[in-house]
């Protein structure tokens, strides 16, 4: 079977700003899924879902970044988390019809890859498919490892978690309202500062396109001084956090995406760092790569909260692999709730 494929390609790097048609193209290739085509310890796979990450961002820039992520090279196809159904195997463990989970799935209607990250969807869980990119997949673990294990959330902190709304923020917030905490969000619209506190239980919440002096709101949001900032977006929103954190407080820190479109040395410094010292602040950067032996607990903690209906998830889904580009860019406005996916086919 001979089918053509659409895939996404980076095409030239961008090393500021969001990336544009410029950087990331759509192409056109044909690709034979015989047997014969397909090399041992290999799969075919149709992609159905795939997510919309920020992290990707440190990819193209044509330096290693921040995040320490390899770069793709030009011209090659970009990977993302992603599912697809198993459409011919040279693995005895994957067979037609198989869902499949791929961390590093090609951004391409149909690819051969290599069976090393796959894993297979039970088929007698009946989590809707999307929901294994966001509470079950990389958003809901980032923020279990970083509420959890990172920030060791307890009764009573006081909690604050940028960019909120977003696929890690929301779970962020509420894993550690079921913990007992006072949960504070930040976040950029008036819209998802409503979602925050009416539909996933935060204490309250603020528009940082608003309250633009991020000192005075969170002195007004955090009477009591902060406890623990789940960090999404570093910047300026870090430094003003460090003005505002109680002796002992945990900074977890999950990203920088206020940072991502800047080269680094336009990038904004953090000057109250010595609060770190004076305060006796616990600042700790952490990949989620390094915490997977711990993704059971995940597994069993997640599906339970769900089931009870504990845990809220907010989905934007875009339709079709051709709405890469304008996803990407979504994740950098304020224009996307939840976690962004594409659905790119049934
Ligand atoms: P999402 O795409 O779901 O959300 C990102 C949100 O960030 C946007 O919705 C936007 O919401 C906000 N944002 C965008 N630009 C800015 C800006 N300039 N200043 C402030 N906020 C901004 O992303 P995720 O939830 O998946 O990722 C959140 C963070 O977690 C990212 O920094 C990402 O890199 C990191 N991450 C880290 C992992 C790890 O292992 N450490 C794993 C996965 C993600 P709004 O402006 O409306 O608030």
Redesign the pocket.
């Known amino acids: 079977m001979v089918v053509e494929s659409r895939e996404w390609f980076l095409s030239s790097y961008a090393a500021d700003g969001v990336p544009t048609s410029e950087h990331l193209k759509l192409r056109s290739v044909k690709l034979s899924l015989d047997e014969t085509s397909i090399p041992e310890n290999f799969v075919g796979i149709q992609l159905l879902w795939i997510?919309?990450?920020?992290?990707l961002?440190?990819r193209m820039t044509g330096h290693m970044d921040g995040?320490h992520f390899p770069q793709f090279s030009l011209g090659q196809v970009i990977s993302e988390y992603g599912i697809g159904r198993v459409i011919g195997s040279k693995d005895s463990k994957f067979t037609e019809g198989d869902i499949v989970i791929n961390p590093f799935m090609p951004l391409s209607e149909y690819s051969i890859v290599p069976n090393t990250f796959l894993r297979k969807v039970d088929p007698d869980n009946d989590m809707p498919l999307p929901e294994y990119l966001n509470a079950l997949g990389?958003?809901g673990?980032?923020?279990w490892?970083?509420i959890e294990l990172v920030g060791e959330a307890k009764q009573g902190l006081n909690v604050f978690v940028?960019?909120?709304?977003?696929?890690?923020?929301?779970f962020a917030g509420q894993l550690a309202k079921l913990k007992g905490c006072r949960v504070i969000g930040?976040?950029?619209?008036n819209e998802?500062v409503k979602m925050l506190k009416e539909e996933l239980g935060f204490d309250d919440a603020f528009?940082?396109?608003e309250e633009t002096d991020f000192d005075a709101a969170l002195n007004k949001y955090f009477p009591n001084g902060i406890d623990i900032y789940f960090?999404?977006?570093?910047?300026k929103?870090l430094e003003a956090v460090l003005n505002n954190v109680n002796k002992g407080a945990k900074i977890p820190?999950?990203?920088?995406?206020?940072?991502?479109?800047k080269a680094w040395t336009d990038r904004d410094g953090v000057r109250n760092l010595l609060n770190l010292v004076g305060k006796e602040v616990k600042m700790q950067?952490?990949?989620?790569?390094s915490?997977l032996n711990h993704l059971g607990q995940f597994e069993m903690d997640m599906q339970e909260y769900i089931k009870a209906g504990k845990i809220k998830s907010k989905t934007m889904i875009n339709i079709g692999i051709e709405s890469f580009l304008e996803s990407f860019a979504?994740?950098?406005?304020?224009?996307?709730?939840?976690?962004?996916v594409i659905h790119v086919a049934e």
């Open positions: 997510s919309v990450d920020p992290y961002r440190s995040l990389i958003p673990l980032t923020a490892v970083g940028s960019a909120a709304a977003g696929g890690v923020g929301m930040s976040t950029g619209s998802k528009n940082y396109h960090d999404n977006v570093g910047g929103m820190l999950c990203g920088m995406i206020s940072e991502y479109n950067g952490f990949i989620i790569g915490y979504s994740i950098f406005s304020s224009s996307n709730v939840g976690k962004v």
